[in-house]
DNA sequence: ACTTCAAAGCCCGGATAGTA
DNA sequence: TACTATCCGGGCTTTGAAGT
């Protein structure tokens, strides 16, 4: 059987999107390209590789058999890849990533920075987006992994992840806002002004749903970029969520000033974020990838 | 040993037929 | 109607023979 790393992307992708179409258009090909590229994939295997009476086109017992196999071998050569890269251009390989609205406020941007004083070369672009999109990418391998909440991947076997340090979030507001220099505010209080936060972690959701007795309960003020909703709350009278990871100041300094909500435990378990790495289970990662994970733990420990 | 060049092969996109 | 398969022509790459 003749291997063509191409089709195998291919095969890949017409297993993640289920469309001839949609696939085709993932990989930049018409579809009438994609098609034979597929046909002669399953020509090369001398079977079929994709049962088409399916409506959602799942591959054979031999598909899965190729599929397994193909997505090690594309894991493979990208890794290849990436490793003469170093050994040629001293770390000029290209690194891909994504990362979660509050790990990309402030712990991506340090672990980014020292990483690129250890590897001048390499290529890095991280995308800030919501945890569905980054595992869009993740999936279609545009992304080695993501830095973002856990909870969603961590009993996948789909996936593996490795968790950060788990911080304590809180509610804050800007120096000289009428909460500022309370000791503690009532559920009550707080809700009392406009909240400007991202409800996308199902813990943050959690709290917000517990405080304000709302099922449906939303913010005044949403956005997936987290430093716009921090840069709101300093503007403003809004309520915003420190998520943990040093953004908030020394007093005095004109930043965010944490509040405590009395009918909130501080042991309360959604009170604690739950950021981690998250990759594909399967694929080994590149060894920038490697080192970019580390750079964030090492961040991730120092503070 | 190296270069040139024509033929063959491969892959592509557009158009369209066939099918559920 | 949406989707996949096939036909066709164009462009690019590879191969191998011929010439230097």
Known sequence: MHIDLRQLRHFIALHEHRSFVAAALAVNLSQSAFSRS?????????CRLVDRAAKDLRPTKQGLIVLEHARRLVSGAHNLANEIALFNGLEAGELRFGAGPAP???????????????YPKAR???????????NRRLQAEEFEFFVADTRHFEADPQYRTSRLRPRRWHFC?????????RES??????LSFPLATNISPPNIRKVLVDLSGRPDFRPAIECENGHSLLGVVLASDAIGISSGLGDLAP????????????????????????????????YSLSPLAEAMIDELKRVDDAT
């Open 124 to 134: 890095v672009s991280f995308q800030v987006e919501h945890w569905q999109a980054l």
């Open 38 to 46: 597929i046909q002669a994939l399953e020509h090369s295997a001398g």
């Open 173 to 181: 507001c800007r120096e000289g806002h009428p909460l500022a220099a």
């Open 185 to 190: 505010v009532s559920a009550e209080e707080l």
């Open 251 to 282: 007093p005095g300094q004109g930043g965010l000033r944490p509040l405590r909500v009395r009918e909130l435990p501080d042991d309360l378990d959604e009170l604690h974020t739950r950021y981690g790495i998250v990759s594909r289970a399967g």
């Open 104 to 118: 990309a406020t402030w712990l991506v941007p340090r672990a980014v920075g020292r990483f690129n004083v250890r």
